[in-house]
């Protein structure tokens, strides 16, 4: 009887591990200030890189905008991990690298890109197993051969 109670508590105890979810944090943690605390016309790109840290990316044209990234993900037992949230602070600088603008973003300012899918066709014929296994049987051209100094060529 107890050898199956401890059979019975063995499994519980194993099962529960499973039902637990795990948290990952990716992107930028706030250590001390968050990037929501930057002051437009007061900070500058120094203090925002001395306070901050390095962005996570900056803007693809000029560097006039730097944006922090983070999310937290969520997974449970063997299911693909979820977003639970996600945070996108974009901070803009003016020409004398003063801070102009914080933008606050989160996962419902996203939206879905549909993907088309079609397929281009190509041109030319559709080849069979055979053929493209023994379809350059044959067109391998010999190498050609090297002529010294002293021969005379044909």
């Avoid at 001390?32 to 803007?59: H, I, M, Q, W």
């Avoid at 397929?119 to 296994?133: C, F, P």
């Amino acid at each position: 009887m107890s050898r199956n109670l401890l059979m019975i508590l063995a499994s519980a105890a194993v099962l529960s591990s499973c039902a637990s979810a795990s948290r990952d944090y990716q992107g930028y943690v706030a250590d001390e200030t968050a990037p929501a605390d930057v002051k437009p016309g007061e900070d500058t790109r120094s203090t925002v890189l001395a306070t901050l840290g390095s962005p996570s990316t900056s803007s693809l044209f000029n560097d006039d905008t730097w944006i922090y990234l983070s999310a937290t993900r969520e997974r449970f037992a063997f299911y693909h991990p979820r977003v639970v949230s996600r945070e996108i602070t974009a901070i803009r600088f003016n020409e004398e690298d003063v801070v102009e603008e914080v933008l606050q973003y989160d996962e419902t300012d996203g939206r879905v890109i549909q993907y088309a899918s079609r397929e281009t066709a190509t041109r030319g014929r559709q080849l069979g197993l055979l053929e493209q296994i023994f379809g350059n049987v044959g067109r391998v051209a010999l190498p050609a051969q090297r002529q010294g100094p002293g021969d005379i060529g044909n």
